[in-house]
Structure formats: C-alpha cells, structure tokens
C-alpha cells in the first residue's frame, strides 16, 4: 500500500506560517488544505514561507480554489467567467509559490444543458485556461471534486469524463458527497475500491489519490451538511482497507466539522 496522510481543510493559524504548520504538527497532520473557498487570504510572500516551512516539516500542500472559480460557463466572456478565470489563475500562482500539490475546485453546473453539452464546455474552457496558465509558468496539476447534489454536474463519472479528456485534471474523490448522492451506499471496501480503481485508471503514475472525507446527512440523494463523526453512517475503515489495495499515496482531507472528529478518523485512517 502507498503512504496515507490526513490533514485538515483549512490554515491553522492565518498570522504566521510557523505557527501554522506547527499546530498541523502538533494536532498530528501530515496535509493541509489551503482554504481560499471564501477569499485569498495569503499572499505570495506568505505562501513562499508557508512552502518551505511545510516541505521541511514533511506537511503536503494542496489548495481549495473559490467556489465561484468553475469552468464550464454558458458564454466564455462577461464578469462571472473572468471573475472564475482570475480565481483559478490567481490559486495556480499560489500553487506553484508554495509547492502545493493541487488546485481542488468544482465542475460548475448543468445550467439547463445536457450532461453531454455541460461536459464539453468544462473541457473547451479548461484548455483556454490551461494555455493562459502555461503563458504564466502556473499550469500546475488541477483536482475536480465529485459534488453532493444527484441532478447537477458532478458525479463520478462526470468527473472521470473531464479527467480523462483534459491529460493535466485529476479527480477529487469526496466521500462524503458519494455516500449522499448513493442514498448511503458507501458501507463496504469495495465500493470504495471501485471508486478507487476508476480514479487510478486515469491519473498519473505517482500522483497521489486526493481524498475529501467527513461524515455526511443528506436527503433525497443530496448532501445537506457536514456531521461530527458517528452521526451518521460513513465510516472510514472501509476506506482504509479498500486503500490498502492500492500502491499509489493517497492524501485524505477530513472536512468534519469539529477537531475530535478529524482525529477518529486520522486514528482509524493511520492505523494500518
């Protein structure tokens, strides 16, 4: 099996980078999740400090873009799209300052289309912003996150598709949002498995599997929030056996909502 790490959603500490990694360290984390979903908090002098502290600290990086930096808009032009574009741009710079290891954003929405037609607009702009990255010496490796609403863009195999068609976009398997749109499938290792061996299939070798994790409610085959861990029927030990099957790393983001939480399942996740 490939090396696991866990580690939270978001910087411990905004104020100084020490300090941040050291409580990852102290709390027992060895991956951090750079939170810019609401705004850019860090700027590059901060990001550089922050990479080197975590290289040194051996704490992988990756980073959250802005929930309204999605690909896929119903006209490549306007505020929205060049709001998302400079979003996406802005977290690729960060990236690469700080070493962190992906950009994890959301596939955006159907918007009244067909899967099909949603799909090839993510893929057409996506490689417009790809060339615009590589102009900026940005074009680092992006994550596409499976979602937690069974009627919008999102899925698996959404995620997949635009993986696959892209070469340089990973998938970000989340849990949590599968076991919701599943209606509570997600109780044996081997739908994890399965789930697991579609995403090797298609990312590169030696590339880390990247894993969102919490406990979840839902209803109707939609996520609804975020629960501490036990309230509700996800657990991670199936995970950890079906990644056990696997030789590739994996980085695990827990998104549970409290600290005891997180660490259950960094306990259950490092056990093996």
């Keep these: 099996m490939g090396r696991t790490r866990v580690g939270l959603p978001g910087v411990p500490d905004r104020d100084d980078p020490q300090r941040a990694v050291d409580e990852l360290l102290r709390r027992g ?7 810019f979903e609401g705004s850019f908090w860090m700027d590059y002098p901060w990001a550089e400090r922050f990479g080197e502290i975590a290289r040194d600290a051996d ?11 999605f690909m896929g808009h119903l006209e490549a032009s306007g505020r929205k799209w060049s709001s998302a574009v400079g979003a996406l741009d802005r977290s690729a710079g960060i990236a690469k300052a700080c070493g962190a290891e992906v950009v994890v954003f959301h596939p955006g929405f159907l918007l009244g289309r067909s899967r099909e037609d949603a799909i090839a607009s993510v893929v ?7 060339e615009r990255l590589e102009g900026k010496d940005r074009a680092v490796p992006f994550g596409i996150e499976v979602m937690g609403r069974v009627r919008d863009l999102g899925s698996l195999d959404d995620v997949l598709e635009i993986s696959q068609r892209t070469g340089w976009v990973r998938p970000v398997l989340d849990f949590a949002h599968m076991h919701a749109t599943s209606d509570g499938a997600f109780l044996e290792p081997s ?30 085959r939609n996520e609804t929030k975020h629960l501490p861990y ?12 079906a990644l056990d099957r696997f ?20 306990a259950i996740l490092a056990s093996a």
């Design 29 to 35: 984390y060895d991956a951090c999740e750079i939170d």
């Design 59 to 69: 704490v992988a990086l990756s980073i959250h873009a802005p929930l309204f930096g």
């Design 124 to 130: 057409e702009q996506l490689g417009t912003l790809r």
């Design 191 to 220: 739908l994890f498995g399965e789930a697991l061996e579609a995403a090797d299939a298609v990312l590169e070798p030696g590339a880390p599997f990247h894993i969102h994790f919490s406990d979840i409610a839902f209803a109707n």
């Design 230 to 241: 036990g309230d509700g029927t996800l657990r991670a030990d199936p995970l950890r056996e």
């Design 247 to 266: 030789e590739r790393p994996a980085t695990v983001i827990s998104e549970s909502p409290d600290e005891t939480s997180s660490q259950a399942i960094k």
